[in-house]
Every structure is written in structure tokens, then in C-alpha cells.
């Protein structure tokens, strides 16, 4: 793709995204005028749900949507394998444990304004994220398919430990565990916004940083090597940054599957393997998709609301069998 038609496709899904961004308050059960931009101190109904609940809750979805989908397309680039996903490495089954745990021990303790199962989560996914390094450097060095071997490890035997804790719940914490893994952007006020920014901003600025490094490192290292890339520097920088940006997301949104792997994929398809251009596509496509899905979630059977994990799946089950079974194969080199 030339560079005139990929800025052109970059700024289509910028315009996109922010059209997104910003019909999204609006839409819902209940009708919110367009005056409330200018009058948010008249304190009735509508002035309320849109300020403290519907643009919230988008900032949140904008955040976790970004830091989702540029971690899958930094783990696909950084593996070689187009089917790695944000948590291909253990980070969000050892989240969900943590907050299993708060859930099942009945947790209502705060630091630093993360709720008790936020930090639960945040520490779960911290957890994990050091024994897959541990695991990693056991083996001598730090290896692409031994990091990946190791996730999946730890993974399964989180998600266990998830069965064995729901298990010996009883049925309302067995529920509410429930609940939680399935995903979730409901939130009131801007607290969960502030939480996740440190992370998703900090993670995203360095994989925009790496742009070049993830161009060389889709070629194989040895040729990344040889182009003068510090392999070893450059795995540890984008594993450290995208799982903690990750785990983050996770601790405050519950595991939301599939965007991080469908959203690399699909920019692809518009922009090219380049991740010049390919990484602030993605950023733009995961915020917009995934305040899509949440606009789906809270009114397809409105008042009630499905948990947007839910949502996710629904789309990424046929897109992973598009993919598998019909899809045309998205080169991963630039």
C-alpha cells in the first residue's frame, strides 16, 4: 500500500473513532439532548447520566479498547504468530485470580483509589507476569516460544485455581465471580479512567516507540540482529510494558477477549503490515470497536445490560473461524 493511501485510511479511522467517541454518550434507553454539552450544571436526569455515567464509562471503554488492541498487535509482532492475543501470557487468568480471591475472601479494603478488587486483580496480573519471566529466564535466555510456552503454563494452571476457588463458593460468590470474568465497563464517575491511564499511556507511547524495532522483529531476530535491533532489550521492554498495560485494563474492566486479536487483524487489512502506520490505526480501531461493543452491551436488551465480554466473544468466535477457515492470510512483515 502506497503512503498517500495509507494516511488516507489512517485518517478515515480517525475520523471514525472520534465520530464514535463521540455519539457514544448519547446513545441509550434514556435520550440525553445535546445541550448538556454546554449546560452541566443544570443538575437534572440527563445532565447526570451524561457527565457521571455514559462519558465516563466511553473514556473507559476508549482506554481499554486502545491498550488491548495495540498489546495484541505488539504480542503478534514480538512472537511472530498472528493468533497471539493480549493474554496469550498468562496476565489476564492470573488477574481474574487475584479478583477471585478478593471476591471469595470478601475484600473491602482501597489503595491508592483501586477498590480491593481492582488491587486484587492488579497483583494477580503482577503475579504472573514475574513467574512467565522466571519461567522464561530458567531456560537461559528469553526466547520467543519459551515466553510463550511458559504463558500458557501459567495460564492454565490460573484458570484451575479460578474452578477450584468457584467451586468451593457459595452461590452468590460464585455469581459475582462469575460476573466479574465475564467483562465489564460499568462505571460511575472517573476514577477507573484515572486508574487505567498511567498504564495504557505509558505502554502504548513506548510500542509507538518501538515502531521500528517491531518491523525488524517481524523479519526474525537473527535479521533484526543484524540491522543493529537489541533483541534481548527490545523483547523485555514490550513484555514488561504491554503486560503491565494489560494487567491494568484487566483490574479495572475484567478479561474482555478478542479484541486484541481481531483489531490488529483488521487494520491490517486497511493499512498494511507497517507498524509505522499500523500501531495508531490499531489504537484508533480498539478504542472505537470496543465503545461500539458497549453501546451494544447496555442497549440491546436495555434496561438491562450484557456484560461487553460477552459481546466480544460473540463477534470474535466467527472471526477467529473467518480467519482459520476463509480469511486471506495478513502478511506480518512491513
Not at 237 to 243: D, I, M, Q, V, W
Amino acid at each position: 500500500m502506497r503512503a498517500g493511501s495509507r494516511n488516507l485510511a489512517l485518517a478515515a479511522l480517525a475520523a471514525g473513532a472520534v465520530a464514535v467517541l463521540f455519539a457514544a454518550p448519547f446513545i441509550g434507553e434514556e435520550r440525553v439532548p445535546l445541550r448538556v454539552l454546554f449546560d452541566r450544571s443544570s443538575g437534572d436526569v440527563a445532565s447526570t447520566i451524561f457527565w457521571s455515567l455514559r462519558l465516563p464509562r466511553v473514556l473507559v471503554s476508549l482506554l481499554a479498547g486502545a491498550g488491548l488492541a495495540v498489546s495484541g498487535m505488539a504480542f503478534q509482532a514480538m512472537f511472530r504468530n498472528p493468533l497471539a492475543t493480549p493474554f496469550t501470557l498468562g496476565v489476564s487468568s492470573g488477574a481474574s485470580l487475584g479478583a477471585t480471591i478478593a471476591l471469595r475472601l470478601g475484600f473491602t479494603f482501597s489503595i491508592l483509589s483501586f477498590s480491593a478488587v481492582s488491587a486484587a486483580a492488579f497483583a494477580g496480573a503482577g503475579a504472573a507476569i514475574l513467574l512467565v519471566y522466571g519461567l522464561t529466564r530458567a531456560r537461559r535466555g528469553f526466547s520467543a516460544a519459551t515466553m510463550l510456552l511458559a504463558g500458557v503454563a501459567v495460564s492454565f494452571f490460573f484458570s484451575s485455581m479460578i474452578l477450584l476457588m468457584q467451586y468451593l463458593s457459595d452461590i452468590l460468590d460464585s455469581a459475582r465471580i462469575l460476573r466479574w470474568i465475564m467483562g465489564s465497563l460499568a462505571t460511575v464517575g472517573y476514577a477507573s479512567t484515572l486508574e487505567m491511564l498511567p498504564f495504557v499511556t505509558a505502554g502504548a507511547s513506548l510500542v509507538l516507540y518501538l515502531t521500528h524495532e517491531l518491523n525488524l522483529l517481524t523479519t526474525g531476530e537473527d535479521i533484526a540482529t543484524s540491522r543493529g535491533v537489541n533483541v534481548a532489550r527490545t523483547k523485555h521492554l514490550l513484555f514488561f510494558a504491554t503486560s503491565l498495560m494489560v494487567g491494568g485494563v484487566v483490574a479495572v474492566c475484567g478479561p474482555i477477549g478478542f479484541v486484541g486479536m481481531m483489531s490488529p487483524h483488521i487494520c491490517r487489512l486497511l493499512i498494511g503490515p507497517d507498524h509505522r502506520y499500523l500501531t495508531p490505526a490499531t489504537l484508533l480501531f480498539g478504542a472505537a470497536f470496543l465503545t461500539l461493543c458497549d453501546v451494544l452491551s447496555r442497549t440491546l436488551i436495555a434496561p438491562a445490560e450484557i456484560p461487553v465480554g460477552v459481546i466480544t466473544a460473540i463477534l470474535g468466535g466467527p472471526f477467529f473461524l473467518w480467519l482459520l477457515l476463509g480469511g486471506k492470510p495478513q502478511r506480518m512483515m512491513a
